[in-house]
T-cell receptor, first 113, second 115 residues
Framework: AAGVIQSPRHLIKEKRETATLKCYPI?????VYWYQQGPGQDPQFLIS???????DKGSIPDRFSAQQFSDYHSELNMSSLELGDSALYFC????????????FGQGTRLTVV | GESVGLHLPTLSVQEGDNSIINCAYS??????FIWYKQESGKGPQFIID?????DKRQGQRVTVLLNKTVKHLSLQIAATQPGDSAVYFC??????????????FGKGTHLIIQP
């Protein structure tokens, strides 16, 4: 069965650079969630989208922005990268915003040097 | 602030034994709880969920128990197998958030299965 696809899997950036992470949800899923997981930490909710509109917002820095496109894929844009942004970034999708079961992707490991 | 926390960071059990992973939550308004399993290098995988109007829910080899009086959640895994080795997170949501929006994750328990 198709799963949530994230790209790239690994990314190395320098401080103050920008990065774009992509998420392709499971087919027919219309809700996307972004989470950040620091080393040895629990996942922290960043932001979510339902039907291409932002539905909820968590601890996402102002330097980050995200959007969901007409094909339901989502992109997380990160600017002025800081060393502390180094983390695993997970995307999850569900079939509608009220659906409790969200499926997570494999994550993008971002390293800022 | 309020958070979801786990009592033990590491739990070691013998293969074939039952394991119990505990979770304490402090947001009394939370009405939805999920257990996730995260294997090394992978994203969290949904195991089982429970709403606050229930105190027990069973899945395949797993049972979640919810005690709202003491704000305690547990995950029981029957007849543990080597493939159960992973970090287990509990997560919670208050009623004003929909579905899997803005889940608050606990700190994780590393379950180690010994042969």
């Amino acid at each position: 069965a198709a799963g949530v696809i994230q790209s790239p899997r690994h990314l190395i950036k320098e401080k103050r650079e920008t990065a774009t992470l992509k998420c392709y949800p499971i087919p027919r899923h219309d809700t996307v969630y972004w989470y950040q997981q620091g080393p040895g930490q629990d996942p922290q909710f960043l932001i979510s989208f339902y039907e291409k509109m932002q539905s909820d917002k968590g601890s996402i820095p102002d330097r980050f922005s995200a959007q969901q496109f007409s094909d339901y894929h989502s992109e997380l844009n990160m600017s002025s990268l800081e060393l502390g942004d180094s983390a695993l970034y997970f995307c999850a999708s569900s079939s509608n915003r009220g659906n409790t079961e969200a499926f997570f992707g494999q994550g993008t490991r971002l390293t800022v040097v | 602030g309020e958070s979801v926390g786990l009592h033990l960071p590491t739990l070691s059990v013998q293969e074939g034994d039952n394991s119990i992973i505990n979770c304490a939550y402090s947001n009394s308004a939370s009405d939805y709880f999920i257990w996730y399993k995260q294997e090394s290098g992978k994203g969290p995988q949904f195991i089982i969920d429970i709403r606050s109007n229930m105190d027990k829910r069973q899945g395949q080899r797993v049972t979640v128990l919810l005690n709202k009086t003491v704000k305690h959640l547990s995950l029981q895994i029957a007849a543990t197998q080597p493939g159960d080795s992973a970090v287990y997170f509990c997560a919670e949501n208050p009623p004003w958030r929909g579905g899997a929006d803005g889940l608050t994750f606990g700190k994780g328990t590393h379950l180690i299965i010994q042969p």
